[in-house]
């Protein structure tokens, strides 16, 4: 045990004495946050023996590569062991989705078929939404530095949960009908998950944000998308229904318009400072992740321009009796 946990450990001394030393060489490092005090947050096993391996193998004839350059490949990934750990869970989200789908089935057979895809959205977007407003507000510093966004590994839960919900959602989506930008938000997702699961820097702060509060909209979309299935619900239930459209339109303007803003570009900036330092894989992922992010924003305010025009569209006036009978 430390005897002052504010004290840094002697490992954390000599990695920062390495770093100092170093320091100019450094600069352009923007991949791993460094982060040796107990304040920040903490590194996985296999960061800190990158961290550490590379301060100390560092020498003046060599290009220095702390927490792994933006260039390298082998660092760029995570490694082998944790890209097998990661698909195992993503396998058993997508098994335990499709086991939830095979319930709601069964149970709501007789409500057509669109109605156990919408519920397995409602649950499944409720877990994420609860997770990601838990996790924004008690778990991650409220004024994170450039540096704390790049971190937190473990959050990688939020894009395995998106993946498997993905592969799950396109196959469905074939199936129910879906339009062309369901499909393009269906992939794109998948491929920005992919990036944060399986990529050192993955902005895995800004995930919680992306996978987890932004799907807070789509569970009254859920309600509201099952009334419309079933219109004799909305018959017998007018007033859920006048809830759920409303309730739907008011958290999709603040959470995917007015506060995804700052958090999107946030993140884009930094994720596109990443990107030109880097080459190879890196590259590619970093760019794939910048255009699918682009496409995805880009369909938050094509969405809500829909939803506004519904919204402000006039209401037709019932016919008289009159003209019913004429």
């Known amino acids: 045990c430390l005897k002052n946990p504010r004290e840094p450990s002697d490992l954390a001394k000599t990695v920062n004495e390495t770093l100092t030393h170093f320091r100019p060489r450094f600069k352009k490092c923007t991949m791993l946050p460094i982060f040796t005090s107990l304040e920040g947050p903490p590194l996985t096993s296999f960061e800190l023996s990158i961290l550490t391996s590379s301060a100390m193998a560092a020498s003046d004839q060599e290009k220095i590569s702390v927490a792994g350059n933006a260039s390298d490949e082998q660092h ?76 937190y590994p473990d959050l990688f839960i939020f894009g395995c949960t998106q993946i498997a919900y993905q592969i799950w959602s396109i196959p469905m989506g074939v199936y129910n009908g879906d339009k062309a930008e369901m499909f393009g938000h269906h992939i794109s997702a998948f491929l920005t998950a992919s990036f944060t699961v399986f990529f050192v820097v993955g902005f895995r702060y ?12 789509s569970v009254p979309l859920s309600i509201m998308n099952s009334f419309k299935d079933n219109p004799e619900w909305i018959k017998a239930y007018p007033g859920i229904y006048k809830m759920s459209r409303a309730a739907f339109a008011a958290v999709f303007f603040f959470i995917r318009v007015v506060f995804l803003a700052p958090v999107w570009f946030s993140f884009f900036f930094r994720l596109w400072g990443v990107s030109s330092t880097t080459e190879g894989l890196a590259l590619i992922g970093c760019r794939v992740l910048a255009y699918s992010s682009i496409f995805l924003y880009i369909l938050q305010w094509y969405w809500f321009w829909l939803i506004a025009k519904a919204l402000l569209k006039p209401k037709k006036k019932p016919k008289p009796d009159s003209e019913k009978n004429s």
């Open 76 to 151: 760029f990934l995570v490694p082998p062991e944790a890209i097998a750990e990661r698909v195992q869970i993503i396998f058993v989200l997508t098994i335990l989705i499709v086991l939830i789908h095979g319930i709601f089935v069964a149970l709501l057979k007789d409500k057509g078929k669109k109605v156990p895809f919408q519920m397995v959205n409602m649950v499944v977007n409720t877990f994420l939404s609860i997770a990601g407003f838990y996790c924004w507000f008690f778990v991650l510093p409220q004024n994170p530095t450039g540096e704390e966004k790049s971190s």
């Open 206 to 217: 800004d995930a919680v944000y992306f996978y987890g509060i932004l799907e807070a909209s």
